[in-house]
T-cell receptor, first 113, second 108 residues
Framework: DAGVTQSPTHLIKTRGQQVTLRCSPISGHKSVSWYQQVLGQGPQFIFQYYEKEERGRGNFPDRFSARQFPNYSSELNVNALLLGDSALYLC????????????FGQGTRLTVV | GQQVMQIPQYQHVQEGEDFTTYCNSSTTLSNIQWYKQRPGGHPVFLIQLVKSGEVKKQKRLTFQFGEAKKNSSLHITATQTTDVGTYFCAETGNQFYFGTGTSLTVIP
């Protein structure tokens, strides 16, 4: 079985640009969450979607948005990129929402220059 | 938002020594999960604790959930070089709030 897949694996963008990151959950999983992990820190929660509806939002500016599609895949969009947005962006899928095991993808390494 | 603190931030041990990381919250946790992240990798689920005072074991790993559900610990007995990585606790209500992590280095 395929695990959580994220694309692209690496990305370099210029300040002010926009970026879209993609995530395909494990088959049968209906929940997708997004995290930002800066080097040396724990993952910071950005969004959770369950059954295509936003279930939670972390403390991130409105430049960050996401959506979940009918096939449960998800996209994370970041507008007006800042140098501080450089990080590993992790997607995790789970069968349900509250209190279920999360399976993480390998992440997308975003570098903003 | 939720804040879950972990101590220590870093730990270096000789292979064969024991290791413990502690996770503390100022508020009651609905449940807690533990993840391991190898250098350059992604977090991998280890275990979930739900009940007050719960203790679970996985081979050399022992996980505890405090009676007040405000703290948790992970203890590794007789560390091995394969235990290297960062261990995170995470509070899992409607969202996941990860702790600050403990980075474990095992010296052969």
């Amino acid at each position: 079985d395929a695990g959580v897949t994220q694309s692209p694996t690496h990305l370099i963008k210029t300040r002010g640009q926009q970026v879209t990151l993609r995530c395909s959950p494990i088959s049968g999983h209906k929940s997708v969450s997004w995290y930002q992990q800066v080097l040396g820190q724990g993952p910071q929660f950005i969004f959770q979607y369950y059954e295509k509806e936003e279930r939670g939002r972390g403390n991130f500016p409105d430049r960050f948005s996401a959506r979940q599609f009918p096939n449960y895949s998800s996209e994370l969009n970041v507008n007006a990129l800042l140098l501080g947005d450089s990080a590993l962006y992790l997607c995790a899928s789970s069968f349900g929402g509250r209190g279920t095991e999360a399976f993480f993808g390998q992440g997308t390494r975003l570098t903003v220059v | 938002g939720q804040q879950v603190m972990q101590i220590p931030q870093y730990q270096h041990v000789q292979e064969g020594e024991d290791f413990t990381t502690y996770c503390n919250s100022s508020t009651t946790l609905s449940n807690i999960q533990w993840y391991k992240q190898r250098p350059g990798g992604h977090p991998v689920f280890l275990i979930q604790l739900v009940k007050s005072g719960e203790v679970k074991k996985q081979k050399r790993l022992t996980f505890q959930f405090g009676e007040a559900k405000k703290n948790s610990s992970l203890h590794i007995t007789a560390t091995q070089t394969t235990d290297v990585g960062t261990y995170f606790c995470a509070e899992t209500g409607n969202q996941f709030y990860f702790g600050t992590g403990t980075s474990l280095t095992v010296i052969p």
